[in-house]
């Protein structure tokens, strides 16, 4: 299969997802009082491969939105997204298209990886979590929550928890009825109690957050 493309059963997806989210609230109350006032959460996805690493760079420290509005810019201006015409624009073009200079240079970093083989997609997605995340976060640019949201989007894996990320630190805090957000340190532990479900767990808290943000 070529590594920017994979096949999806969304309805196993979805099957996958509610067996996992109905598991937590069976263990897990405030899991199960959200649920039953929010619902379930659609499964998300990202392609695999350059694109996935690419979107989880532009995804960097930005809103959705403006994420969304880089990527569509980038799609204008090189045609494709791939690692040759990443290569072939300037750093100039790139930053005309939305990247900051230090992203440009990321997402540059990681088209001459794939070209020069320093990153072999089958080797990394054959590789378990933590093994991959190491070889992920060699990649000037890609940290571990970049390396988690690959895991959890384009490979679907299924207990992978982004601890860092402000939203779901957030979400915890609201589902949980705490008195302050936990840092990522607290949110690890506090998500140890999900395995083996934390993928799931992350969705659900994303889905959280936007409902409470939206209310």
Do not use: C
Request: charge should be positive; avoid cysteine.
């Amino acid at each position: 299969m070529p590594p920017q493309l994979q096949t999806v059963d969304e309805r196993k997806a979805k099957r996958d997802l509610k067996r996992a989210l109905d598991a937590l609230a069976a263990r897990d109350a405030h899991v199960a009082e959200w649920l039953a006032r929010i619902g379930y959460p659609k499964p998300r996805a990202r392609p695999l491969g350059f694109v996935g690493f690419a979107r989880a760079i532009v995804a960097q420290q930005v809103s959705v939105a403006a994420a969304s509005g880089i990527w569509a810019k980038l799609e204008a201006g090189l045609g494709e997204i791939a690692p040759e015409r990443v290569l072939e624009a300037s750093d100039e073009a790139l930053r005309a298209m939305g990247l900051s200079r230090q992203k440009a240079l990321y997402v540059r970093g990681l088209a001459q990886a794939v070209v020069t083989g320093a990153l072999r997609f089958e080797e990394l997605h054959a590789a378990d979590d933590e093994a991959a995340i190491a070889e992920i976060t060699k990649l000037k640019g890609l940290g571990r929550w970049s390396a988690e949201i690959y895991l959890l989007f384009a490979l679907r894996r299924p207990d992978i928890w982004p601890g860092n990320d402000l939203a779901l630190q957030e979400a915890m805090r609201i589902l949980k009825r705490l008195r302050a957000r936990p840092d990522e340190k607290r949110l690890r532990k506090l998500g140890e109690a999900w395995r083996p479900h934390r993928s799931a767990g992350a969705l659900f808290l994303w889905h959280v957050y936007h409902h409470a943000k939206a209310a």
